[in-house]
């Protein structure tokens, strides 16, 4: 079965400090891998996602993403955080469903906290 | 944009009660999800239907159960609420070919 680990369970960083967050995985076959934020009390926005192709892929907001197939990994980074970025991250692998569509398994999450 | 609406934000509800949680979405989505969202367990697939009338259970169906009677609307359905069941419940849809979720907003629910 297909799982997610997100180590870090808080990170707190300064304004304007680079940043990166944690993913590893566990999927028999060639991943797809997302990034989502959640800002408090709304619903998961879709920061970026790896099908396949290029190993670093960009996303919205500054975001970007590397897949490295040999560490099982695919870490968030931001060159320079902005207090807006506070909120919860999570990292998904996403499997094939018989019928169409895939489903998705999320780590646990990392809560980022930016100091001014 | 595609929108996802859930219908109540917040819901409190007794020990015993049968809830409805509703999600509708507007943009034709072959796919909807319902997960349970909990401090430190992330988001856990409760059930998932990829077509109307169609629904599959996910990692923890246990005291739940869907219907999809429509294309547009799928209701998470607790058929004797416990406290356990208290947490975030976010809806989400996504398209056969386009691996994007789109999430709703959540319902937190409190199970008194």
Redesign the interface.
């Known amino acids: 079965a297909q799982s997610v680990t997100?180590p870090d369970?808080h990170i707190t960083v300064s304004e304007g400090a680079s940043l990166e967050l944690r993913c590893n995985y566990s999927y028999g076959a060639t991943p797809?891998l997302?990034w989502?934020v959640q800002s408090p009390?709304?619903?998961?926005?879709?920061l970026l996602?790896y099908?396949s192709g290029d190993t670093l892929v960009q996303g919205i907001k500054g975001f970007e993403a590397e897949f490295k197939r040999s560490q099982s990994s695919f870490n968030l980074r931001k060159p320079s955080v902005h207090w807006s970025d506070a909120a919860e991250y999570?990292c998904a692998v996403?499997e094939g469903?018989t019928?169409?569509?895939?489903?998705?398994?999320?780590?646990?999450?990392t809560q980022l906290k930016v100091e001014l | 944009d595609v929108k996802v609406t859930q219908s109540s934000r917040y819901l409190v509800k007794r020990t015993g009660e049968k809830v409805f949680l509703e999600c509708v979405q507007d943009m034709d989505h072959e796919n909807m999800f319902w997960y349970r969202q909990d401090p430190g367990l992330g988001l856990r697939l409760i059930y998932f239907s990829y077509d109307v009338k169609m629904k599959e259970k996910g990692d923890i169906p246990e005291g739940y159960s869907v219907s999809r009677e429509k294309k547009e609307r799928f209701s998470l359905i607790l058929e004797s609420a416990s406290t356990n069941q208290t947490s975030m419940y976010l809806c989400a849809t996504r398209t056969a070919t386009n691996y994007g979720y789109t999430f709703g907003s959540g319902t937190r629910l409190t199970v008194v």
Request: glycine share 30%; aromatic share 22%.
């Open positions: 997100q369970i797809y997302f989502y009390g709304q619903g998961l926005q879709l996602k099908f999570f996403g469903l019928g169409g569509g895939n489903k998705l398994t999320f780590g646990t999450g």
